[in-house]
């Protein structure tokens, strides 16, 4: 339904019959809301438009679609931070008993359709069918081969708390991420922990460490994983500082299937002044090798510019096509990582590489055609088709993580696949 719609009947009761797909939940802990969408035929939810359609006048008709097929439902109260919260499915108490993830449905719900803090909204009192269709797995999928490599982004993993003040950073004058006290940085880390322990990677790029003099998230990861697995389960590529950010990527591996060969190498603004340090994080590359077969592979780890802040500084600003702030930035990136790449910094005599980590770019946006002109292979993409996600925002999925192969690599993919676990 359009805004126009929804006035005629705002503050009448309403009953919406249809699957409905729970999309987005950013709210729900806070407010108590939660967004469903009705997709297009043929979709289980909404996909980012340039995770489906090419940027511009395609994606802006079907973000302009999306507006008129998603509704939120409210929780009937005004208090914040609820307690107990309310499953937006069934109307009892939300607990781990009871819970939701996105993808799931809720069919033939009814309530007052109410226009509250600038949105139309429904706020139950009748709660409907809910059908809980995207349960939590337990393990990622078998992706076969014998050596796996994995990214995942640890979301801001600082050792230095958040209530530290101004500590962080290469120049230890940046603002902390991370975990505002002890207790939280100890549930974030178990929950890494068991992630990692799950993942079982022999190569693993980690992306949103802390970026601080004499704080190596890293080695406290590692510690800690061989604390669970054994002694020398894990050894970490020890980078130090990494650009200006408060934030770097790092790597870790399991030294008795991997040996790495030779030194790590970094792209940054100094070895390409198009790779924009104060905008993208530098790129960590480093050369693997299995020594059962000899076998070599370079693994690039990267965070490029994120969406959320602009770029109008150095003249990239959001056209409106769907990509976002810094699109011009981010392609840049991605042409300067290729050249790169080309270059064999890090000396491996050898032409497979694989790209991987946080992109801030959905599939069909310029920088992923940049790669793909360079000769890279989309494996997300290649696995999972046309529809497959690691990430949503405002109410729509997509992929912003990557693992993408270079010509000489591809061939020895024998799978890939996203662990939808968050």
């Not at 909204?121 to 050596?147: I, S």
Request: hydrophobic share 40%; net charge negative.
């Amino acid at each position: 339904l359009d805004p126009a719609e929804l006035e005629a009947v705002e503050g009448m009761l309403v009953s919406l019959p249809q699957d409905l797909v729970i999309s987005e939940y950013f709210n729900f802990d806070r407010f108590g809301e939660v967004v469903v969408s009705l997709p297009p035929e043929g979709w289980d939810r909404l996909y980012t438009p340039t995770a489906v359609v090419e940027p511009g006048q395609d994606a802006i008709d079907l973000a302009a679609d999306y507006a008129t097929r998603r509704i939120t439902i409210d929780d009937a109260r005004s208090a914040q931070n609820p307690d107990p919260a309310i499953h937006p499915g069934n109307g009892r108490d939300f607990t781990l008993d009871n819970r939701f993830r996105g993808g799931d449905t809720i069919a033939g719900i009814a309530g007052v359709i109410d226009d509250s803090f600038g949105l139309y909204r429904l706020q139950p009192t009748t709660y409907g069918t809910y059908g809980a269709v995207n349960p939590r797995p337990e393990a990622p999928e078998t992706v076969g081969g014998n050596v796996r490599v994995a990214t995942l982004n640890l979301l801001n993993y600082f050792l230095t708390l958040d209530d530290s003040g101004a500590l962080c950073g290469p120049d230890q004058n940046l603002e902390c991420r991370g975990a505002d006290d002890a207790e939280e940085l100890e549930r974030q880390r178990a929950k890494l922990l068991d992630a990692l322990a799950r993942i079982d990677g022999d190569v693993v790029g980690l992306v949103e460490m802390e970026n601080t003099p004499g704080v190596e998230p890293a080695a406290d990861l590692v510690d800690r994983l061989n604390d669970l697995l054994g002694a020398g389960a894990y050894a970490f590529i020890d980078t130090g500082i990494i650009g200006t950010d408060a934030i770097r990527v790092g790597l870790i591996y399991k030294p008795a299937l991997v040996r790495p060969i030779g030194d790590f190498a970094i792209l940054d603004s100094s070895v390409d002044p198009d790779f924009l340090v104060d905008k993208n994080r530098p790129v960590l590359a480093q050369t693997f090798e299995d020594p059962a077969s000899g076998e070599r592979f370079t693994v690039a780890v990267n965070h490029l510019k994120s969406k959320g802040s602009p770029c109008d500084d150095v003249g990239d600003p959001d056209l409106g096509d769907g990509q976002g702030n810094c699109n011009l930035t981010r392609t840049a990136a991605a042409e300067a990582l290729v050249d790169w790449l080309d270059s064999d910094p890090t000396g491996s005599g050898d032409g497979r590489y694989l790209i991987i980590g946080d992109l801030n770019s959905y599939d069909k946006e310029d920088p992923i055609d940049a790669l793909l002109a360079g000769g890279y292979t989309d494996l997300v993409g290649a696995f999972g088709g046309e529809l497959a996600y690691s990430y949503v925002f405002d109410g729509q999925f997509g992929y912003l993580d990557y693992a993408m192969a270079s010509s000489d690599l591809v061939s020895a993919v024998t799978g890939t696949t996203v662990w939808h676990i968050n």
